[in-house]
């Protein structure tokens, strides 16, 4: 059963000292590819530097919602971003970016105007983008719809039935992770369940990840989260749509490599 982790922080702190090992691990243990998420200018930089260091992983560049203010006080923010993206083949995104209004209500247009510019690069580059939307629904939608030649996914999808639908028509991927199995995510649950009500071939736009080391499932919640965890993820959402935890696991895999146009042969350390 091979697995393929589409968006993941091994450069955050809890992974300090434990870092390489826990790669191996989780490597060997049928996670053949990791997607390592940048979300700073500083983390974009890191991101690759594991992406290089390791066959496979690979790394995105792009500024979080979060980062926002801090990284755009660097007039030339835009152009590190896409300096970085060049400098390496294992680069195959931009992101994250978005919008998050759950903490930064007080930052909305230059969370907005890092976004929109952020996605015009990607349209410049032509390469995915990986979309972080938290309590940011309608606007996040405007902006995907300013750019209909950009495609991506929304990362840790929270929105409704109804949004879910508009996204995969609009040609975006969603993901699941951990989030499934928690005993409140009745939407996530409706969602991956009924994907197929949405459009013929739905399910080819789903990708699984961990966002780890947050967002644990279920038994492991609360503890820090890895990319072999992802079997509790594969095995309630294979479960919703009516297939093996193997099957869904395979259907996730090729998903994420078409998604990043990545080849499916296997790599090593």
């Not at 978005?98 to 410049?124: N, T, V």
């Not at 780890?212 to 499932?217: G, I, Q, S, V």
Request: proline share 3%.
């Amino acid at each position: 059963m091979k697995m393929f982790d589409s968006h993941a922080h091994y450069d955050d702190a809890r992974f300090d000292g434990i870092r390489h090992e826990t790669l191996l691990e989780v490597h060997e243990s049928g996670v053949e590819k990791i997607a390592n998420i940048a979300s700073s200018l500083a983390s974009s930089k890191t991101c690759i530097e594991l992406a290089e260091k390791y066959g496979f992983i690979y790394a995105s560049v792009g500024i979080h919602p979060s980062d926002a203010v801090k990284d755009m006080r660097n007039e030339n923010y835009i152009s590190l971003l896409e300096e970085m993206y060049n400098s390496s083949k294992k680069v195959v995104a931009i992101g994250e970016i978005g919008l998050d209004y759950h903490y930064g209500k007080d930052d909305k247009e230059e969370q907005k105007i890092c976004f929109d510019k952020q996605m015009s690069l990607a349209k410049k580059l032509g390469c995915p983008v990986i979309i972080h939307d938290r309590e940011a629904h309608e606007e996040t939608l405007e902006i995907l719809s300013a750019y209909p030649e950009v495609k991506g996914v929304l990362h840790s999808f929270s929105g409704s039935f109804e949004m879910a639908k508009q996204v995969l028509k609009m040609g975006y991927y969603i993901s699941i992770n951990g989030v499934i199995t928690f005993e409140n995510a009745k939407k996530t649950v409706d969602i991956v369940t009924n994907i197929r009500s949405i459009m013929p071939g739905a399910e080819s736009k789903i990708l699984m990840e961990t966002d780890c080391p947050y967002l644990t499932p279920v038994p492991f919640r609360g503890k820090t989260n890895r990319s072999d965890l992802m079997v509790y993820t594969a095995e309630k959402a294979a479960s919703c749509l009516g297939i093996t935890t193997e099957e869904f696991c395979e259907l996730t895999y090729n998903n994420a490599c078409r998604f990043y146009g990545i080849s499916e042969q296997k790599e090593k350390l």
